[in-house]
């Protein structure tokens, strides 16, 4: 009758809502990488990955920040499809390597890449990378606000650790990660076998989280 019919417009028009709100909030918190780190033909991607350090070096050097000389991806995977998965690596270091330089730290150590993973319905993964930093206490706040306002360019903080010396400098060791629809080709493992595994960090679940900064007393 019409209660029934209204009932169904009702749910209709709320499955709708929630469709939309969902839609709204995977774009948030997966955008689509930007269109230069799609190209996966070899030499257009290894020209990104130059043109990224390069750009990043000459900041750092600008700005005397030390900036480590072993920085991943200096090789490039012979599939496009994993060299795809390479490109999204990227993006995510060179966004944290930004975020430090704008925060004035002192110094940027080894960048070390998590095992990629994907979530259980194999629509998004996970990918992660674990930043080694030195820089005053003032440069860690702004460090930890900027990866905060990271966030809507899909980088997420999956752990942090701070540790500090008797002259006031701060090591920080943040594993920051970043979601991205899965493409074919990648043939990546569940997140929690990623995690319960000895390979690399895992990033986050759904979405990325910010673990509480746990302290550890300097020598």
Partial sequence: ?????????????????????????????????????????????????????????????REQVQLSDQLPLRALHDDAEMRGLQLAQLYLIRQVLDVCLEAEVREIGNVDLGKPAQDPTGTYAVLSATFRVKASFASVQKLLEGLRLAH??????????????????????????????????????PVEAVRGGAGGTGGGGAAPRTRPTRSRSGG
Wanted: glycine content about 6%; proline content about 2%; hydrophobic content about 40%.
């Fill in 1 to 61: 009758g019409l209660a029934a019919a209204e009932a169904t417009a009702v749910a209709e028009r709320l499955r709708d809502h929630q469709a939309a709100e969902l839609a709204k909030t995977e774009s948030r918190l997966v955008p689509d990488l930007p269109s230069e780190y799609l190209k996966t033909d070899v030499s257009d991607a290894m020209s990104r990955v130059n043109k990224d350090y390069e750009e990043v070096r000459k900041r750092a050097a």
């Fill in 152 to 189: 809507d360019r899909g980088i997420g903080v999956a752990q942090v650790e701070l540790s500090h010396d008797d002259s006031g400098i701060e090591s920080l060791v943040v594993t920051a990660s970043l979601i991205t629809g899965v493409r074919s080709g990648w043939k990546l493992d």
